[in-house]
């Protein structure tokens, strides 16, 4: 399977909340992973209150799904 579509974010955590941040994403891991039509899921940290999201989907639907409000 060719992986085509993908999300990447950028967070900016609040002054002296980066570590509630990456207490966050590494919470959610495991429930975007889950997700319908998700391939991978990635976090990773830049600096301390900067981190990013990298997620790829098996179809542009399931990419609109992620990124669409609930």
């Known amino acids: ?3 085509k579509f993908g999300v990447l974010a950028l ?3 609040m002054p002296n909340k980066g570590e509630d941040l990456a207490e966050l994403l590494q919470s959610a891991r495991s429930l975007a992973a889950a997700e319908a039509g998700t391939v991978t899921w990635s976090s990773f940290k830049i600096d301390d209150t900067t981190y990013g999201v990298f ?3 098996e179809s542009a639907e399931a990419r609109e799904i992620r ?3 609930r």
């Open 1 to 3: 399977m060719a992986v």
């Open 11 to 13: 967070l900016e955590a």
């Open 55 to 57: 997620d790829t989907f």
């Open 67 to 69: 990124v669409s409000p």
